[in-house]
């Protein structure tokens, strides 16, 4: 017989941390760990959770008002026991459910006046379905009207009536008869129940939006809207999930206006932060034969969490409501003490709202006092700073918040109602110190305990703030608009994008870009906003960019499975369409990785490479150069590096006719010594120097033997290398456009007095060739200068003025509006290479000051 007996201690030694990163939620899981948010919590009482290594923490996120005592509360676990001590039977439908009905009494008389008859559900996506239901059979109609940046749920219904597209998208929501209007807008209401009489059942909506960010109506907001339901014969529904039981300071929020909803739905607290409980509430005179025969639920109404509902009322209930009573005191000095932070910090802290204990602190999406390129800037941009303020409260100050589920530029302050004024005194002290950092831009204090640094808690001071760059440029009615992909070449680059980055060494900001980079999810894409700026060209063109930054260097971006590069590259593209870019430019590896822009349907997307002009702004560097040394090209040798990619192919089509001899360096062929790609690229060389009026060496080899590639390879006018070393060696004329992440060339390997035009980032040369090799002539052809006039400062690690040409092209592109330049693919254009010149002399863009040695980059 075989052994089936399963070895549980080996399945038992599994931690609880992989079992839920392998097999509940590995994508939660991914970004929890990406800010050190994947703790795991042991134990838990009252407002205090403790993790394996013992360690505290106070609990200001309150499983999102799901509980009301704090963790473990004593009542709650002493209704549980009394349970099982009384062997009351749980799960006994259908019958007499007792305990559920002392419960639904008992809501009954704390309710808005009327609300006796009682539904009972286990969550408050549930108690929404209920209430849509309840409202649908009671009035004969389907129509169901809630409001903008709402959260119902995630069923499909309530999924239809929660007011944001980015959680709807692929589920099939919303369904037919769902519609959506302005949050706070009683007029909206109005004109919309106007406009379909007899259509709509219910008005569902919430007295705050708790996911939507913590937002308040306008006062006197749901007084109006109880008169316009009731003028045009429409149920009002009032979801009070969140807000109910206790959480605002009343006992619901409707309480604080006096109004009476036809619906009210009711979960999270009701289970007293033990046992799922919700319960929908309603006049008896909605709820009819069609309904409630024919809704049930297996769990709903069982005695176990009937028992909680009432051990939760009579907790909130006792010594006259004196919890309820308390949430409004403490409510209120806590929003005072938070708006005083406001005031503190009014570049980082936007607005303090809500009520009672449900209060939100919302962050600027602006961060002008970093910069506008900067890291923090670039967070706060995308709506981020809130998790890493949130990381930063968690991992130094020990306090555990979180941000509003579709409000992401929102704290949430939610703690249990039994909170403590010492322990809100706490929150306001360590938010103090968070706020702080990020006033000053200091990234040590706000990122250190990510990297493993020193968290000892010290206030932060104003002098640390480091040299920042002027704000964003706003954008103006009469700009055209563009973007630009990059990322940082190296990890020596992250100080140039940000000096604040300084403080860290490599292996920091590699373990920073991992973060980065794992924190992105298909729903929010790998790119980030880095700055803005503004071109100015010939005859009072204007243009306006963004600089969209990827979280990886060279070497990463080229390491990306296909699949991800192109979702990530994707990502950044349609982040600078939806902030207006009409072409934006892929800079750096995203092109690389894209297939030089075919990935990512370039016909449907307005990209460009930007190596079309890449190309004629090194021909220019090129000839210039060779013109102020007075070189003979006509008998010289150049060598190209990358001359199958589409630069050094380009490059050398140009410079065919006009040079002696050419050297292509390129990958080794899988069957061949020489590279189909690399052959072709000859061929068009040899083609071009034939066809064209150039009377190098070269042309006129060609013109001798027909153009015949074989003849012209005896002749050692075309020489054909896999080794760059070993091409330059005799060459006095350099041409470096290839991919590679690092130095290919080293001072040593190059010829007496040789020219080298380097196109490629990073470098294919050694940076020191200015100490070694004096004699030689190294510039980076990708360089230009922008218009005089122009604020775009946002490239890597180049001097004021001075832009990478393939971001150039973009700004050119945008400023003429001839779209039909775009660089697409390894085929590039020789009229468009010429176009662009011309352009480019027509709104004042101009090469870059060659020397003799590489001066622009360091």
Wanted: hydrophobic share 45%; with cysteine; charged share 20%.
């Amino acid at each position: 017989m075989t052994d089936t007996t399963i070895d549980f201690s080996a399945l038992e030694s599994r931690s609880g941390r992989s079992g839920f990163a392998e097999n509940v939620n590995p994508e939660l899981y991914r970004l929890l760990s990406a800010l050190n948010l994947d703790r795991e919590y042991v134990r838990g009482d009252g407002t205090v959770l403790f993790d394996a290594a013992g360690r505290r923490y106070l609990d200001f996120a309150g499983a999102y008002g799901a509980l009301p005592f704090g963790h473990g509360p004593t009542p709650i676990w002493q209704a549980i026991n009394d349970v099982r001590c009384s062997g009351e039977a749980i799960f006994v439908q259908p019958s007499v459910l007792t305990a559920a009905g002392e419960l639904a009494d008992r809501l009954g008389r704390i309710a808005p006046d009327g609300l006796t008859r009682t539904t009972f559900v286990n969550s408050g996506t549930e108690a929404t379905e209920v209430a849509l239901k309840i409202a649908r059979a009671h009035t004969g109609r389907l129509g169901v009207l809630t409001t903008g940046n709402s959260f119902h749920g995630k069923t499909l219904g309530a999924l239809s009536a929660t007011g944001n597209i980015r959680y709807q998208t692929g589920f099939g929501a919303p369904v037919e008869g769902f519609d959506h209007i302005a949050f706070g807008d009683a007029d909206a209401l109005d004109a919309a129940l106007a406009a379909a009489p007899g259509h709509y059942a219910v008005f569902l909506v919430e007295p705050i939006q708790g996911e939507g960010g913590v937002v308040c109506p306008p006062d006197g907001y749901l007084r109006r809207v109880r008169e316009i339901c009731d003028r045009h014969g429409v149920l009002l529904a009032l979801d009070e999930v969140q807000t109910g039981l206790g959480r605002t300071g009343r006992m619901f929020a409707a309480e604080h206006e006096g109004v009476v909803p036809d619906i009210m739905t009711v979960a999270k607290a009701l289970g007293g932060g033990i046992v799922p409980v919700g319960a929908v509430l309603c006049a008896p005179a909605l709820v009819n034969d069609s309904f409630a025969l024919r809704h049930t639920s297996t769990f709903a109404g069982n005695a176990l969490a009937a028992r909680v509902g009432i051990a939760v009322l009579d907790e909130l209930t006792r010594d006259d409501c004196a919890v309820v009573t308390n949430v409004a005191v403490l409510g209120r000095q806590l929003k005072k003490d938070l708006r005083a932070l406001a005031e503190k910090y009014p570049s980082v802290v936007t607005d303090v709202r809500g009520r009672g204990l449900l209060l939100g602190v919302e962050l600027g999406a602006d961060v002008n006092f970093v910069g506008r390129q900067s890291l923090l800037g670039s967070i706060a941009e995308q709506h981020n700073l809130a998790a890493v303020i949130c990381s930063y409260l968690l991992n130094v100050e020990g306090i555990r918040v979180a941000p509003t589920l579709f409000g992401t530029r929102v704290i949430r302050i939610e703690p249990p109602l039994t909170v403590s004024a010492v322990q809100c005194a706490r929150l306001v002290a360590a938010l103090d110190r968070a706020l702080g950092y990020a006033a000053v831009g200091d990234l040590d204090g706000l990122f250190g305990h990510l990297l493993g640094r020193s968290t000892v808690v010290t206030p932060p001071a104003l002098a640390a703030l480091r040299p920042g760059r002027t704000p964003d440029i706003a954008v103006r009615p009469t700009d055209r608009r563009f973007a630009f992909i990059a990322h940082p070449l190296d990890l020596g680059f992250f100080a140039a994008f940000d000096p604040a980055l300084e403080v860290f060494d490599h292996s920091e900001r590699q373990d920073l870009l991992e973060r980065f980079a794992a924190s992105t999810s298909e729903l929010d894409p790998a790119s980030f906003v880095i700055g803005s700026g503004r071109v100015a060209g010939g005859g009072g063109a204007t243009a306006h960019g963004d600089l969209i930054g990827l979280p990886y260097t060279s070497a990463q971006l080229l390491h990306l499975p296909t699949e991800q590069a192109l979702r990530v590259v994707g990502g950044a593209v349609e982040l600078a369409i939806s902030r207006g870019a009409t072409v934006v430019g892929l800079g750096g590896y995203s092109s690389v990785i894209t297939g030089n822009g075919l990935g990512l349907g370039a016909t449907s997307r307005p990209i460009t490479t930007g190596n079309t002009f890449t190309a004629a702004a090194s021909l220019r560097a090129v000839r210039r150069v060779c013109r102020e040394r007075g070189i003979d090209v006509a008998q010289a040798r150049v060598t190209i590096l990358g001359a199958a990619g589409a630069i050094g192919r380009t490059i050398g089509k140009q410079l065919a006719g006009e040079v002696g001899s050419i050297a292509l360096v390129g990958r080794k062929g899988e069957s061949s010594v020489i590279a189909p790609k690399l052959w072709a690229a000859a061929q068009e060389m040899v083609a071009s120097a034939r066809n064209g009026s150039g009377s190098g060496d070269l042309a006129v080899a060609a013109h001798e033997v027909d153009g015949d590639l074989d003849d012209l390879i005896r002749s050692r006018h075309v020489e054909f290398f896999t080794d760059p070393v070993a091409a330059v060696q005799d060459s006095l004329i350099v041409i470096a456009a290839t991919s590679a992440p690092h130095a290919l060339i080293d001072p040593t390997d190059l010829m007496e007095d040789a020219i080298v035009c380097d196109v490629a980032q990073p470098p294919n040369i050694g940076r020191d060739v200015r100490g070694e090799r004096p004699d030689v002539t190294v510039f980076d052809g990708g360089i230009v200068r922008v218009p005089s006039g122009s604020d775009f400062g946002l490239t890597y690690g180049l001097a004021p003025g001075l832009t990478y040409a393939c971001m150039a092209e973009t700004m050119l592109i945008a400023l003429s509006g001839e779209f039909g330049l775009r660089s697409i693919g390894t085929t590039l254009d020789g009229e468009s290479v010429e176009r662009l010149g011309e352009l480019a002399d027509v709104h004042g863009f101009a090469l870059a000051e060659a020397t003799r040695w590489r001066e622009v980059s360091q």
